[in-house]
């Protein structure tokens, strides 16, 4: 959380959310409560973001792109979405949104 915070006194947001997204995901793993953490199963807003276009099946450059960060950022989000939402693939994701009206 401590990364996370110096990222975002950065100015880095895109940064500071995906440290804050990992050391969510540890205090999980470990049992400690979610604090923070508000959205459906886990997924940050940006994190739902990328799995809305991803559901348009749009590639991981035309999500950056669009949202204006890296191709790195936005493999490092899908990455999260498919843990967090214990599937293996981006049509998977796409399913799992659908089924459970994330998006």
Known sequence: MLISEACR???????AQLERDAALATFAELGAAKAGTTDAFGLSSRELEVLGLITRGLSNREIGSTLSISE????????????????????????????????
């Open 72 to 103: 790195h950022t936005v493999a490092r989000h899908v990455r999260n979405i498919l843990t967090k939402l214990g599937v293996s693939s981006r049509t998977a994701a796409s399913a799992f949104a659908h089924d459970h009206a994330l998006l």
């Open 9 to 15: 006194a950065l100015g880095d947001e895109d940064s």
